[in-house]
């Protein structure tokens, strides 16, 4: 079960720090400006330092070496003895090494079933593969960056003089990335980039309708990206071939000319669009994505538990979630083989685990290049504590599928979606995975959105959701101060993702259409 934190008091000006496991021989200090030193704790202890808020205190003496235990675990070794009271930080500890991928439980934690959550549905567009979106989106896909400039001031004339005719139609967007020349095209690892373009493509947010604008010389050809058993047969109803639009086509004569070539054809896109009408469908239906940026001490307490509270309401309601970020669950991984469904699933994760070992080892780096700046400054000594935190977003359910970068979402239940911790690329993974609702934690902030589909974002503290106000749609802090339980939160995030994907609600970032750019994975080289 995800542990509760035990709050020493809940309202200020009362000093209150929060100890995760009856383990931990450190707490976090929650008030919003941090203690200053000499702050009598309860219990008695007095702080020897002044300690930020989200930093941890020092319960007990620790002597050099000592373990320093936060979720139950070593979350690092005392570089030199740690009086009790003492601010502890990371210049104070040596992160573990990290955890072997040999001799883990396989699949070894049996809960009973979760009993199911029936009876909760949302408005969504249906299909022809039967799969759902939450949105109503032209997507134009582009096979390489040098059409990009072109697409996009086709797409602005677009929203502006063709989707105001077609009501039913909620946005276009241009799938834009770095990719498509100048790189290994036939490299092993070229695949990753090119699945995940292929699979962004056929979103469930973009009603199956594909049109491509091409260049014309580049590596990856639009048959390449989107051959044509890799679409659905109704997305060439009435088509004898793939829409594409090619730039360098002789029937072009200047730039206006390929521009009003893309206007033409995604007029077409947008009335088949159009006359599609969101009905009523189970919650079943619903595919998130969950993740977390600017992370800090209270991620952990606060947003990715109620998260991960969240996410077994899902899956008790048949729906699919995938959970990601290589590098911030590389720490649990025992956590996460013992909660595999199969002993193929644990094998699975470790053989993803053991790959991106390989490739950060091959970049000369390790998983401690995770950790921010930023995630420092809100408490997170290591990527060891990070990972702990991270991890809760998975709940409790089975893991019932791996994903490795790119592929495609094929099962229902809890998966495990292998991606970097890279906010935008693991929201591009994702979105390649077919999730039709994005859930994002952050404790430092971050404006964060995707154009493709809803992001709802989580504030892990009171302090940031008050005041980026309009920027975080939920704010967790509650759960620290003791106003409400990690169940509330979750029961709220619940609710309120049936509202966006019903469209009767707009996250901020829909509001103020902030949109992060695609950023595909290519570990192969750039030539």
Not at 21 to 42: C, F, K, W, Y
Not at 131 to 150: D, E, F, H, M, P
Not at 299 to 318: E, K, M, Q, W, Y
Not at 422 to 444: E, K, P, W, Y
Request: with cysteine; aromatic share 6%; charged share 20%.
């Amino acid at each position: 079960m995800t542990p509760m934190p035990t709050t020493a008091a809940s309202t200020a000006p009362q000093p209150i720090i929060i100890r995760m496991h009856e383990r931990d021989n450190v707490a976090i200090v929650a008030n919003d400006r941090g203690l200053p030193a000499g702050t009598t704790l309860p219990g008695c202890l007095v702080l020897v330092d002044a300690v930020p808020q989200g930093h941890k205190v020092a319960l007990v003496d620790l002597k050099a070496a000592a373990p320093v235990l936060r979720y139950g675990i070593p979350i690092g070794y005392a570089l030199k003895d740690i009086p009790a009271g003492s601010w502890v930080h990371e210049r104070l500890l040596d992160m573990p090494s990290a955890r072997s991928l040999d001799n883990l439980p396989i699949a070894t934690v049996k809960p009973p079933p979760m009993p199911a959550l029936a009876g909760y549905t949302f408005e969504g567009f249906r299909n022809a593969d039967g799969s759902v979106g939450t949105r109503n989106i032209l997507a134009i896909t582009q096979t390489v960056q040098c059409v990009a400039g072109v697409t996009d001031f086709a797409v602005q004339r677009i929203k502006a003089e063709l989707l105001p005719r077609f009501p039913n139609v909620d946005d276009v967007v241009a799938l834009e990335h770095g990719y498509g020349c100048g790189v290994a095209i036939d490299a092993p690892d070229a695949i990753i980039p090119i699945r995940t373009l292929r699979n962004i493509s056929l979103n469930p947010n973009f009603g199956g309708e594909v049109m491509v604008v091409s260049l014309g010389c580049e590596k990856l050809q639009p048959e390449r990206l989107l051959p044509a058993d890799s679409i659905p047969l109704i997305d060439l109803r009435n088509r004898a071939t793939l829409d594409v639009v090619c730039l360098q086509d002789d029937t072009h004569v200047g730039f206006m000319s390929m521009v009003e070539s893309i206007m033409r054809q995604a007029e077409q896109h947008l009335q088949r669009l159009n006359a599609r009408h969101r009905e009523t469908v189970p919650a079943s239906e619903l595919v998130v994505g969950v993740q977390c940026g600017g992370s800090d001490a209270f991620s952990g307490v606060t947003a990715n538990p109620a998260v991960g509270f969240c996410t077994d309401l899902l899956i008790r309601a048949g729906a699919s979630v995938m959970f990601s970020e290589t590098t911030e669950v590389r720490d649990g991984i025992d956590q996460l083989t013992s909660r595999a469904t199969t002993p193929e699933v644990a094998q699975a994760m470790i053989r993803e685990m053991a790959w991106y070992d390989a490739y950060l080892q091959r970049g000369g780096a390790d998983r401690s290049a995770n950790t921010t700046p930023g995630n420092k400054k809100g408490g997170l000594s290591n990527i060891v504590e990070k990972a702990m935190g991270s991890i809760v977003k998975s709940g409790t359910a089975p893991i019932a599928n791996v994903l490795s970068p790119g592929e495609k979402l094929k099962a229902k239940g809890l998966t495990y979606a292998a991606t970097p911790a890279s906010d935008f690329i693991c929201g591009t993974l994702q979105l390649a995975g077919g999730m039709n609702l994005h859930v994002f934690t952050t404790g430092r902030g971050t404006p964060y959105g995707l154009a493709a589909v809803p992001v709802i974002k989580v504030a892990t503290r009171s302090d940031l959701a008050r005041r980026w106000h309009d920027l975080m749609d939920i704010n967790a802090g509650t759960i620290a101060t003791g106003e409400k339980s990690i169940e509330d939160v979750g029961w709220e995030l619940f609710e309120m993702m049936l509202e966006v994907a019903s469209g009767r609600k707009k996250t901020w970032a829909e509001h103020w259409k902030l949109h992060n750019a695609l950023v595909l994975f290519n570990p192969a080289p750039v030539t």
